[in-house]
């Protein structure tokens, strides 16, 4: 508080008040620019910069312009093109002899059906495409199965009718394509093979080449959608420029087998899209030469690894996307995951993005702890998390400035306007909090490790009818752990030649599940090949959890509960026999941490708080 002094036996009293008055007014104004100053600072008006799309994403939730009450997020300027009419297209795909079916003769062609905007004759656009098996999916109004879902010449719930609404105005066209053997592609469906790989590549490189192109083309889809850029990108077309796959499969295997430990739908996996595909036409005579082999892998897989069983053909190798990708692929990646994705489970994101890093592909990443979704979904957010399994990041796990990101990365690697956008992962800790990192698990990342003889334990057998529990001690400090634990467990195998541990790690005193590990014995040393296992022997199983990326408090215990299966994994071979695990110090568990002021430190960033604006 300023205060005038009055002296009333000077002359310059008059002057005084004057003067104290004066400044009395110059503080009240400095202190009105001073709070206006600040409340400029927490809006930013897109109108005014250059590049709109060009906000950090820590000056994101200060936007004025976002319409945050959509179901997904929207794009805060409208662009100027209208959309035309759809066109229809079939583009012929030359295949080796390897990969030329086997039935009724045909030529092979993709289905493209194409949306443009209406630009001015001579100006070229780029092309955001989605590729699936998923147009025209399902029962082929084959009674008490219902009908397909819709042709390619509607834009999609997913990515088509998204990219639609808000992007083709802004001078992008949308191409949505059939796989082979779906929709109305001909040839026979190679699940995510060779032959299905090249057809999508030719897609690419058609749409490239027509005179309204720019030359630049971007895949983006989820799912089996996402997984399709990974095979645009094993062999790619010199028009590939980016990618965006939302939990696609970095491969076949990889996707079904975490440790050597089998999924149960991996059994039925590719019979079932061959029979949701068939429609009794003359297509369906033509068989793939893989489909006489691609059903039986997961079974000689699962009993028989350890005999080649998963060696005795190259199906596996064949659908191994990620190796081609890091040799070939010139192009730019931002790569999406739900960090509660059970579907396609994040391991398939980490170590991939520093992988890709290293072969010197631009890459970007947004991870949230959503399920198999999108990052703008709030209603299916809410929907699909449940405690232990996202819903303590909810409502902060939804990014309604998602397409304001995404349009930065098109702009720039599709159009080459404005900055290119940061090289970082966007990541989210499992209380809801979002940090931003260079790289990620975090290059400022240690590691705790606790031998399991400071643990305490209850159960020595994990079998069909067995478990183990563990509880380590609490620490002094936050444990915020930002990676992938290792778990390196000792066990002894009993009368049978294999057997399958299931980890869980818990927040034990806030009785809060935090990630899950699982092996096959037979696969003790990671990876995907596997080796012999002899009865009554000991191994040390160098198990591996799923990313996470979570904090146990201080004074809080970490419990891991040992099953013999868990979750959607099947039971080994020799479940009912089990293993005996050793809870001493030849097993170990290793802790990636990192050390984040909870305040002040420059990784943290708010989201756009949508929440309070719906309410």
Avoid at 242 to 253: D, K, L
Avoid at 459 to 481: C, M, Q
Avoid at 552 to 559: F, T
Avoid at 566 to 592: H, K, W
Wanted: hydrophobic share 35%; with cysteine; proline share 6%.
């Amino acid at each position: 508080m300023f205060e005038a002094e009055i002296m009333p036996e000077s002359g310059n009293y008059v002057l005084n008040i004057t003067l104290a008055a004066t400044f009395a007014v110059s503080i009240v104004f400095l202190l009105l620019g001073t709070s206006l100053g600040q409340v400029l600072e927490n809006e930013v008006d897109i109108q005014d910069a250059q590049n709109w799309w060009e906000v950090s994403i820590h000056d994101r939730h200060k936007m004025t312009n976002l319409d945050l009450t959509q179901e997904r997020s929207v794009l805060p300027i409208n662009g100027s093109y209208d959309v035309l009419t759809y066109t229809e297209h079939f583009i012929e795909v030359e295949l080796p002899l390897s990969e030329e079916d086997a039935g009724f003769p045909e030529d092979d062609l993709m289905h493209v059906a194409l949306w443009l905007p209406d630009v001015p004759e001579g100006v070229q656009v780029p092309v955001i495409m989605t590729i699936h098996p998923y147009y025209d999916f399902g029962g082929e109004g084959m009674p008490g199965v219902g009908e397909d879902s819709n042709p390619n010449t509607i834009p999609d719930r997913g990515v088509g009718e998204w990219v639609y609404n808000n992007f083709i105005s802004h001078g992008y066209a949308l191409a949505q394509a059939s796989t082979f053997g779906t929709g109305k592609s001909t040839h026979c469906q190679d699940v995510k093979g060779l032959g299905e790989q090249i057809g999508i590549q030719a897609v690419v490189d058609w749409l490239g080449k027509q005179n309204w192109s720019n030359g630049n083309v971007g895949l983006m889809g989820k799912s089996y959608a996402g997984t399709t850029n990974w095979e645009a990108a094993q062999n790619p077309s010199e028009h590939l420029k980016t990618i965006v796959p939302i939990s696609g499969s970095i491969g076949v295997q990889e996707m079904f087998y975490r440790n050597g430990s089998s999924e149960f739908r991996a059994l039925g996996y590719d019979a079932a899209y061959w029979a949701a595909t068939s429609d009794l036409t003359t297509d369906e005579m033509r068989v793939c030469q893989d489909d006489l082999q691609g059903p039986l892998n997961p079974f000689t897989t699962h009993l028989w690894a350890h005999y080649g069983g998963a060696e005795w053909n190259d199906y596996w190798d064949e659908r191994r996307h990620l190796p081609d990708v890091l040799a070939n692929y010139k192009g730019s990646v931002y790569l999406v995951w739900g960090m509660q994705d059970w579907n396609v489970d994040p391991y398939h994101a980490f170590p991939t993005y520093q992988l890709m890093r290293d072969a010197g592909i631009p890459a970007r990443g947004i991870m949230g702890q959503w399920a198999h979704n999108y990052p703008d979904q709030p209603t299916t957010h809410q929907n699909a998390v449940s405690p232990g399994f996202g819903a303590e990041a909810y409502p902060e796990m939804s990014r309604m400035d998602w397409a304001v990101d995404l349009f930065w990365w098109f702009e720039y690697w599709l159009k080459g306007n404005g900055q290119m956008p940061e090289l970082h992962v966007q990541m989210q800790r499992h209380d809801g909090r979002w940090h931003v990192e260079d790289t990620w698990p975090p290059e400022d990342m240690y590691w705790e490790e606790i031998t399991l003889d400071q643990a305490t334990a209850s159960g020595s057998t994990v079998s069909a009818t067995s478990s183990v529990t563990v509880t380590i001690p609490a620490s002094e400090n936050d444990r915020f752990i930002s990676g992938l634990p290792t778990l390196h467990l000792s066990a002894s195998t009993g009368l049978c030649d294999g057997g399958q541990v299931f980890a869980e790690m818990f927040d034990a005193t806030e009785n809060l599940r935090i990630g899950h590990a699982t092996m096959d014995v037979r696969y003790r040393d990671g990876g995907y090949d596997a080796q012999t296992v002899a009865p009554f022997t000991t191994y040390n199983m160098q198990m591996e959890f799923n990313p996470m990326d979570a904090i146990v408090p201080a004074g809080n215990e970490i419990r891991i509960e040992l099953t013999e299966s868990g979750m959607d994994y099947l039971p080994s071979p020799c479940a009912a026999v089990g293993m005996q695990v050793n809870i001493d110090s030849s097993s170990t568990l290793s802790l990636p941490l990192i050390d984040r002021d909870e305040e002040t430190a420059p990784e943290w960033f708010e989201v756009p708080n949508w929440w309070d604006v719906v309410e």
